[in-house]
């Protein structure tokens, strides 16, 4: 894992006031570093002043924006890298999540609660996301997908159901 | 944490205790692996303990719910015990809740199967 050396600006459309600390990482396509990312997630959020809950929440669902870059956008191409940043401040959290894949359309994920999707194997990852977080944004990027994840502090958003 | 999987019989079913995470990756493999290899040994009333269970991701979600297809499939039945709250929460909102047939107690989840038939 390297910090992120790349030009291009901020990508995060702030929507909270993160005045505080702003870290970026690059790496590999790889499950370590999904676990990475996790960890990290959950060390921000603590930082951050999120309570326990809450902190498992945004955990998960970085977990699985960093799960779609790793896996659907970089096919664990190890040429290909995944850059993760976060931002925190008083009001919260934002995350983004980047891959270099072919871009991802989160429209096109069948609903995961629809009666004949129930049973299917795969699909929740994008309903978490929204489901834990106060806001999820995709962007397609060149190369690529940018997920966006907001966690505002003391927002009522348990368990809302996409 | 990664994942264990032992198994035991209690009256003719075989109960799967699981501990550490299901995820991408060695968890989810662990626990399919270990579906396989019941199904190839014609156990097909399973229970699996998930009380030990810390933490599931959306592809352990998946793979519980191939699981139960899976052995569905093959005329078996597989069962959930001990749900943690975070696991009970995640089978909640993704309404697998209904899906799964859920029990807090191994005594009667183990009759539940003799019941059911």
Redesign the interface.
């Known amino acids: 894992m390297r910090p992120y050396a790349g030009a291009g600006g901020n990508a995060a459309i702030a929507t909270v006031n993160t005045t505080g600390k702003r870290v970026s990482y690059t790496m590999d396509s790889t499950l370590d570093s999904v676990n990475r990312t996790e960890e990290l997630a959950d060390k921000l959020a603590q930082e951050s002043g999120f309570d326990e809950d809450d902190r498992q929440r945004i955990a998960l669902a970085v977990r699985e924006a960093a799960v779609n870059a790793v896996y659907h956008g970089n096919h664990y191409d190890p040429e290909k890298e995944i850059t993760v940043t976060f931002e925190s401040g008083e009001s919260g959290l934002i995350v983004t999540v980047r891959d270099q894949g072919t871009g991802m359309v989160p429209d096109e994920v069948p609903d995961p609660l629809a009666p004949e999707n129930l049973l299917r194997g795969s699909g929740r990852g994008v309903f978490l996301m929204r489901a834990f977080m106060d806001e999820v944004r995709f962007r397609i990027v060149d190369p690529g997908t940018e997920v966006t994840l907001v966690k505002r502090r003391g927002a009522a958003t348990d368990h809302k159901e996409a | 944490m990664t994942m264990k999987a032992s198994t035991r019989q209690v009256d003719g079913v075989t109960i799967v205790d699981l501990s550490g995470r299901i995820?991408?990756?060695e968890g989810s493999v662990i626990l399919r692996d270990t579906i396989r290899d019941l199904l190839g040994k014609s156990q097909k009333k399973i229970l699996l303990n998930l009380g030990d269970v810390s933490?599931i991701?959306?592809?352990g979600?998946?793979?519980l719910?191939?699981a139960?297809?899976t052995v569905r499939n093959q005329g078996g039945d597989l069962r959930l015990l001990n749900l943690t709250k975070?696991v009970h929460?995640?089978l909640?909102?993704?309404?697998?809740y209904t899906?799964f047939d859920v029990k807090d107690d191994e005594t009667s989840a183990v009759k539940a199967f003799s019941t059911a038939g």
């Open positions: 995820t991408l990756g933490y991701d959306s592809s979600i998946g793979e719910v191939s139960y297809t975070k929460d995640l909640q909102i993704t309404k697998l899906v």
